[in-house]
Structures are given as structure tokens and as C-alpha cells.
């Protein structure tokens, strides 16, 4: 007896009766085989790019050090090549805003002045089933002009006209999670696929006709195979809906310290569909953490709010990613800017402002074209810093910062800082950790803590402070070394704070235990996880 034949279609593995809203809308018979399509051609070369990283890892643990690829030289030394022209609604991108696409955030987003929405399925959503069809429907529903959101106070949000609204690129998850409510022969689909794919059929041809596209940011990007891949994937999607070739364009976040290393590559590999390269900070950090954990004391980052983008191997890494971008025709794209403006508190507001200004006064002035935000209240302070430079022009692509020359080691001189791990360092790793899993559990992925706007990228980075302090065997400011008994002994003591502070039936209703014991483990563990949103996912509801 023959086995049955695969199905055309992707299988949704849900509970039918707590299925999100509409999501049949989301989830029709051509979407889910346009799903199967990319995942049956793609996913194998998924899952041996992931293999790949591994062993990369491995090379590093054994070297201590990274290089430029000597194998493609070629492509780093041809001074002809460059990206595909921008298109008209990515020429300008001065400020963008980022965040989660919930139905306030989405009109918010648009809303808020920036020329850029990064309407993000990543580090700032956390992935349950609802958060992923009910970020697509609020998409499709954004670009028909039928969204609109009462908060429970009573207050109203809609739409300003389609000139005002910004340009959304949209951020699928990273190429190492899966989405086990759609499966296709019995395996999960990456959930870049599931993120991508959706998006991309619903609205590639609406876009088109609104006079944009399907533009997208791509996350955790290692290397310029994984950049092939999804230039593959453009290619084949393109073709399979009958959208013209070069629709789509992509920004890939260099956020790995192994990407920093083939910053050229990546663009080539995409150059058809190309829009630029984003410095992304939190995550850039965890990934030197995570290469170079074993790698001694000259690895050994201090308090990670003490890392600042003018640290030598920070400075060397956003000046080679503008001098490469405006080499090759592409937007350079700033770092987040994570306050969150206090209405009670106008001092800390003065003061952060203040820092954001200054902040993006120095990427302005160093070449980049636009630059990220979190809250609508900072789009002006950083617009006015952009156009200070730029007044008129929508970027500066013409300045090519051919006085720019990085060595391989100026990327990886984390011992060229003077700031040291404290304890106070060691609790807010713990406090911040703590708190943004524990949201995250119950469904949210942007959290406000302690007046910045903190995503899945510092959590990575919390946990893996913790786990190389105590690895390397580093003694704090004040005398104590880190030790994983230190460590329980300050989770402990922040469970306690955060039950006094909001209350004892508050702190019943939360995921803080759950939050609580994940931290410890991704922080304690010899076997330091690759990403604590694994086995965060497996305690998603």
C-alpha cells in the first residue's frame, strides 16, 4: 500500500476553538500552499545554514579571533558593483520608528511622522499565535484604510491621510525559529517563512498599487550565504505571485558580529533587491558575547548600558557599515534610540533627550541616512538632527567616508574599553531580564522598563552578561565575584521586589516563577543556549 501523497498545503496544528479572530481570512487554501511552496524549496538550505553556524562557532571557540573572508576578496575589491536604485517611498529615511504590530501600535506607527514603520514580527513581538495573525490581519486592514482601535479609556485612534503615513518594512522572525501552528510533511515551518510568506501574499500587489512594495528588514543575519537565501526566496516568491522582479527590497540588520565581517558580501548577494544596513546594538553585543564566551578576559564586556556607540570597536563597526553602504549605493541606518518620555517626570525626560540628540547629532555627522526610535515623542528630536545635515537632500549617499579604514581586530578590541562589570551592572542584567521574560510569557514582546523600550535583544544580552561574568570568573566593584549563588541570590531578592511593588495578586496572575526560573537557566547553564527564545517558545500558551 502506497503512502499518501503530501498534502499541497501547509497544516494548521491549532486549536480550532482558540482560534485568533478572523484568522481564516489570513489562513486560505492559497496562502497555505503558497506556504508549502517555500517551505518544501527553502527550508533544507535552512536547516544546513543553521548547521553551518554552528560550526563557525566552533572555528571561533578554537581561533579567538574573525577575519574577512579571503574567498571573496573579489567581490570586496570590484569598485563597480552597487545596489538596485531605491525606490521612491525608501529614498528618504531619516527616522524611522519601530515596534509590534497590535492594532494601536500599527496606527500609532503610521501615524507618528517617521518616514519608515519597522513593523516588527521579531524582537519586539513575542510569538504566540494570536500576535502572528493578528499582526498580519492588522496590515492587510492598514493598507485597505479599515483600521481603527478605542482604548479602554474611551480614547480614539485612526488613520491620517495615506500622504502622511509612513513606509512599512516589514521584520520577519530569524531563520533559527520555527512556527509550530503550521506544519508542512510533519515539520514545523520556519517561522521566517511563515512571517514572510503571509505578508508577502496578502499584500505584495496591493502594495504595488498603493505606489510602494513589500519591503523588509532581515534579522540575525550571520553571513552572506543566509543573504543568498533569502535573495532566493524573493526571487522564487516574485515569480511564483507573478510580482515583478525587484519589487521587493530588503535592510539587513548587522547585527552579528560575524555579518560585521561580510558587510559588502551581503549586499552583494541581495544587490537586486538591496535598500540598505542597520546597526543594530543590544543584539551586535550578544553576538560577540556568544562567539568569543570562552575567549578570556579580553572578551569580557563591562555593564552593558556602559557600551556605549563611541566605544573604539562600536566606532569601528558603525563607520565601516556606513563607508561600505555609500560605497555600493545603500542607505546606512542608525541605532535605536529606547527612551520611553515620562509624563510625570520631566527631569528624566530632559535628560534623555539630551542623549538621544547627542546621540543622533554623531550618527548624522558621521554619514548615515536615518536612524531608529521608539516612541512617536522622539521622532522630532531625531528628525531635527538628520535634517540639520541633510536639510533637503532625502540622504547622503554621497559621502563615501573613503577616510575609513577598519582592521579585522578593531571589531573585536572589546578589551580597548576601561569600564568594568559592577554589581549594580550584574542586578539591572537580572531586574530587566526578569521582567522582560515574564511580559513576554504573557504575550508581549516591546515592554517598557525602567523608561527604555526594551525587546528580545536585551534579554539576550542580560542573560549572556551573566552566564561569560560568571564564566570568566569576574569580581565585581565591589569585591564579590559573579557566581551563579550570587546570581540566585539577587533573582530572589528581585522576585520579592517586583511581588511588593505591584502587589500580591498581581504577581499570582503574572509568569514571574516561570520568568524567574528560565532567566536562571539560560544564564546558568554550562551549555549556554544559542537563543533564550527556544526554550521561551516551548512556554508560550
Known sequence: MSAPAPSPLATVVADPDRAPARQGEVLTDAALAFIAALHRRFTPRRDELLARRAERRAEIARTGTLDFLPGTAAVREDP?????????????????????????????????????????????????????????????????????????????????????????????????????????????????????????????????????????????????????????????????????????????????????????????????????????????????????????????LPDRNAVTMTAPFMRAYTELLVRTCHKRGAHAIGGMAAFIPSRKDPEVNEVAFRKVKADKDREAHDGFDGSWVAHPDLVPVARASFDAVLGERPHQKDRLREDVHVEAGELIAVDSLEAKPTYEGLRNAVQVGTRYIEAWLRGLGAVAIFNLMEDAATAEISRSQIWQWINAGVVLDNGRKATAELVCEVAAEELAAVRAEIGPDAFAAGRWAEAHDLLLKVALDEDYADFLTLPAYELLE
Open 80 to 300: 563597480d558593483w552597487r545596489v538596485a536604485p531605491a525606490p521612491a517611498a525608501l529614498n528618504d529615511r531619516r527616522v524611522e520608528i519601530t515596534g509590534p504590530t497590535d492594532r494601536k501600535m500599527t496606527i500609532n506607527a503610521l501615524n507618528s511622522g517617521a518616514r519608515v514603520w519597522l513593523a516588527d514580527f521579531e524582537d519586539a513581538s513575542s510569538p504566540t499565535w494570536e500576535n502572528v495573525i493578528g499582526g498580519q490581519l492588522n496590515l492587510i486592514d492598514a493598507y485597505e484604510r479599515r483600521i481603527d482601535f478605542t482604548s479602554e479609556q474611551g480614547k480614539s485612534y485612526a488613520l491620517k491621510p495615506a500622504d502622511e503615513l509612513a513606509t512599512v518594512v516589514m521584520r520577519p522572525r530569524g531563520w533559527h525559529l520555527d512556527e509550530r501552528h503550521l506544519t508542512v510533511d510533519g515539520r514545523p515551518v520556519p517561522g521566517a517563512l511563515v512571517d514572510f510568506g503571509l505578508y508577502f501574499f496578502h499584500n505584495a500587489r496591493r502594495l504595488i498599487d498603493l505606489g510602494k512594495g513589500p519591503y523588509f528588514y532581515l534579522p540575525k543575519t550571520e553571513s552572506h550565504l543566509e543573504a543568498r537565501l533569502w535573495n532566493d526566496v524573493f526571487v522564487f516568491a516574485q515569480d511564483h505571485l507573478g510580482i515583478p522582479r525587484g519589487s521587493v527590497r530588503a535592510t539587513v540588520l548587522i547585527e552579528t558580529i560575524t555579518a560585521a565581517y561580510e558587510m559588502e558580501e551581503i549586499l552583494y548577494e541581495l544587490r537586486e533587491h538591496a535598500s540598505g544596513l542597520n546597526a543594530g546594538r543590544w543584539d551586535y553585543l550578544f553576538s560577540i558575547v556568544k562567539n568569543f564566551r570562552d575567549g578570556g578576559a579580553k572578551f569580557v
